[in-house]
């Protein structure tokens, strides 16, 4: 005898749907070949650098919320954040890269971002 | 010969039943010690996944665990001949009995629920203006507008989380009372407020399901899957690669081995 499992829901359609973006994410695995080789490197590297930049984002607008920065400071975070933002979007241009494809799949840890 | 593996069972003994798996191949138990890998012979590794081919994998675990406690293992888990697989029942016996004792009598439940996200942010949104207006300035910098177009998206992004992890709190809260353990995953999506599996024991499935009658009826807008009961597909725990046996459990296991050749018989044990 089985254990006779089911799945219950009202709305199956919405569930496959969040479900499928959840796992479109990105690819488990990278799609490295000697045509796209470059891309493939570009994708990890700039995936790292948002990290970072994304990272530095949120620590800095941690201390602009605590109010610990000098209105000079945040003249100055204001600008390298802008920078930044501006060159990553310049570089996923150059490389063919959206948004959603910076990321990496840690398996049981779950995205990077 | 290229073994397919649906999972390890809590026993040496061969299957009574006749089964059936992947391509209608024969399953049999593979024993080693007081445990077991059900297998089947195949030709080739499965080259398409496909609806049918994991059905026929489920079915076998499922079937399974109606005499049997289950570890499954994951669909596409092949393994190259009958010394791999002895070399990967040795080094991690102790682990596959320890977790055979964690899902002795427990069934897996999975709860997924999707949450209004837009209008949470609406709310949000309206509530942060409210409580602390962003008046444009018209004197300020490129660099000063940028960080409070950061700071906004960063706030709302910030008690988007905070709401969806209270929402998430309450509700795990009540689920595991009746649960010996879970597995949380929050916000997969913006709109999949809780992806969540939960350990059940046997006795206690009806208060569980009565549970999410309940946490779904008091939540008005939100959507709620339930699935199972399942195989604990979720909470097997393997070692990794390198976690092999210490000399004094190698020895416990070879002692184990030798208690074993009478009842079971030496030809029994690997074949």
């Given amino acids: ?113 | 010969m290229t073994l397919y593996l649906y999972g390890i069972i809590d026993s040496s003994d061969p299957i009574k039943e006749s089964l059936y798996g992947l391509e209608g191949a024969g399953v049999y138990n593979v024993s080693f010690c007081d445990i077991g890998a059900v297998v089947s012979e195949i030709s080739q590794p499965i080259q398409n996944v496909t609806e049918v081919a994991i059905l026929e994998h489920e079915t076998v675990i499922e079937k399974l665990m109606a005499n049997f406690v289950v570890l499954p293992a994951r669909f596409q888990t092949i393994i190259d001949g009958r010394d791999n697989l002895r070399s990967i029942m040795q080094s991690c016996y102790k682990d596959f009995k320890e977790n055979l004792a964690r899902v002795r009598n427990r069934l897996e439940f999975g709860i997924k629920v999707i949450w209004p996200a837009d209008k949470v942010k609406e709310n949000i949104i309206q509530t942060l203006k409210e409580g602390r207006p962003w008046p444009a300035e018209p004197d300020c910098s490129a660099n000063k507008r940028f960080i409070r177009g950061k700071l906004e998206t960063y706030q709302i992004n910030e008690k988007f989380k905070k709401k969806a992890n209270k929402f998430i709190d309450a509700m795990d809260i009540f689920f595991s009372k009746f649960a010996a353990e879970k597995k949380l995953k929050r916000l997969k999506t913006e709109n999949l407020l809780l992806d969540a599996v939960y350990l059940v024991e046997k006795n206690k499935e009806s208060d569980f399901r009565d549970a999410f009658e309940h946490i779904k009826s008091a939540h008005e807008g939100f959507k709620f899957l339930f699935s199972g009961p399942w195989p604990p597909y979720n909470f097997v725990i393997l070692p990794k690669k390198n976690d092999l046996l210490k000399e004094s459990e190698k020895k416990d296991l070879f002692d184990k081995v030798i208690q074993h050749r009478e009842p079971v018989g030496a030809r029994e044990i690997w074949q």
């Fill in chain 1, 1 to 113: 005898m089985a254990i006779n499992s089911v799945v219950e829901t009202d709305f199956p359609e919405e569930f496959v749907e969040e479900i499928e973006k959840s796992q479109d994410i990105l690819p488990r695995k990278i799609d490295a070949n000697p045509k796209n080789v470059e891309k493939g490197l570009a994708k990890l590297v700039l995936t790292l650098i948002e990290l970072i930049r994304k990272l530095l984002e949120k620590q800095a607008m941690r201390r602009v919320e605590a109010g610990s920065l000098s209105d000079e400071q945040i003249e100055n975070v204001g600008e390298t954040l802008m920078k930044l933002e501006n060159k990553m979007e310049e570089l996923k241009e150059i490389f063919g890269l959206k948004d959603e494809e910076l990321n990496l799949n840690l398996g049981p840890l779950g995205n990077l971002m």
